[in-house]
């Protein structure tokens, strides 16, 4: 980890205990809260929550005790919870400010707990039940034999501690109720926290189409490990498209892997990939959003920068021939307010179809979660294509 990350961590920390010191204060302003020991416990209560998820994460590389699990799967939740608290109690602070003449601060006190728990609970429930997205995308050149076929696509699924085997399973009955032509996962499939592999392959193995499927690397798959995750899917029935091309009777699918650390990819990457027919009609599958060469003269700029200032300049995919690029990556924000900042960021790539000419690119929210197990800034979807 380079000093540019370790200050970003910091800073993110900072802000997060932060918020707990905010949650402290609105709660004995709102509740009138003066007994001593009640502030002493609230202060313990809030330290405890503002240290957990980084602690969990810490003790979830360590060990896969089951009580850790729960600790992590509780902790991710707080996360997720308390930027809805946080919201609610500055909106709360907002309300008495405008109305200094009414007693209303239990009512608003109560209202910003009380709301944001209800809606982390929807959140939980969304995040478990993903829905079958239907889109149409037309592809020039398309042979006739692929003419109303179904692609699925795929994407963050994040098997591992808290999406587990009863989830996979749960993906792969609608995937199938479908009847997909071909399935297409676009990277995460496994959680970077840590995820047993192994347990999931005979559920992978249902999955069911006319010409298979096919799998790409996330950024995920780098953090747990690429000769893990590649050895224990070789004996699944899944193929691996690791930087190549194939074609799948008349259509050309090109996988690109995740860059992993100490990778730089150029302009020109695309055009080495081998059995990459530019004159075919393209599917590119990428995990992120982004453009493939990145141009960083440094590792670690390549890498943040697909975070925090992505190229979404998509010249390069146009030029080689692709007609329908596919990624994930971003969960459309997954937790409001973290939605309104990945439009930002992304410039509108972050989630749904955006059609440039011949040339195609479709950004799924994701079937899982990762870090807090819910989705209030989006839905959980599975996305079934049908090209004309």
Do not use: C
């Not at 141009?295 to 390549?302: E, G, L, R, T, Y």
């Not at 937790?335 to 195609?360: C, H, M, Q, R, T």
């Amino acid at each position: 980890m380079n000093l540019r990350a370790i200050i970003f961590l910091i800073f993110i920390l900072a802000i997060y205990f932060g918020m707990h010191v905010f949650f402290y204060f609105s709660i004995l302003h709102f509740f009138s809260i003066t007994e001593q020991k009640i502030k002493w416990t609230l202060g313990i209560v809030f330290f405890v929550l503002s240290v957990g998820f980084i602690t969990a994460m810490i003790l979830t590389r360590l060990s896969s005790f089951i009580l850790i699990k729960y600790f992590y799967i509780i902790a991710a939740f707080w996360t997720g919870l308390a930027a809805t608290i946080f919201l609610a109690f500055a909106l709360a602070w907002i309300l008495i400010l405008f109305f200094r003449s009414y007693d209303i601060k239990l009512i608003a006190g109560v209202l910003a707990l009380l709301l944001p728990i209800l809606y982390g609970i929807y959140g939980a429930w969304n995040a478990f039940n993903p829905n079958i997205k239907n889109i149409e995308v037309n592809i020039a050149g398309l042979p006739s034999n692929w003419h109303g076929k179904k692609i699925v696509q795929l994407s963050d699924v994040h098997l591992g501690r808290i999406h587990g085997v009863s989830f996979a399973e749960k993906v792969v009955e609608k995937v199938n109720s479908v009847k997909p032509d071909i399935v297409l996962i676009t990277g995460d499939l496994f959680d970077g926290m840590g995820s047993n592999i192994p347990e999931f392959i005979n559920t992978l193995n249902k999955l069911k189409s006319t010409y298979g499927t096919y799998f790409i690397t996330g950024n995920h798959e780098v953090y747990l490990g690429l000769d893990y995750v590649i050895s224990n899917l070789k004996s699944a029935k899944i193929h691996i498209l690791d930087n190549e091309a194939v074609n799948v009777d008349g259509l050309q699918l090109v996988g690109l892997s995740y860059p992993e650390f100490g990778e730089l990819r150029d302009s020109s990457f695309l055009e080495n990939i081998p059995g990459h027919n530019p004159s075919l009609p393209n599917i590119l599958m990428y995990h992120s959003p982004t453009s493939i060469g990145q141009n960083h003269n440094d590792v670690s700029d390549q890498h943040s920068s697909i975070y925090w200032s992505p190229d979404v300049n998509f010249d390069i995919a146009k030029r080689n021939g692709i007609n329908l690029q596919l990624s994930g990556h971003t969960h459309k924000g997954q937790i409001f307010p973290f939605s309104l900042i990945a439009d930002y960021i992304y410039k509108g790539y972050d989630y749904g179809l955006v059609s440039e000419g011949n040339f195609n690119i479709y950004t799924t929210s994701g079937v899982g979660t990762w870090g807090p197990p819910m989705r209030t800034g989006s839905n959980s979807e599975i996305v079934a294509i049908t090209l004309q």
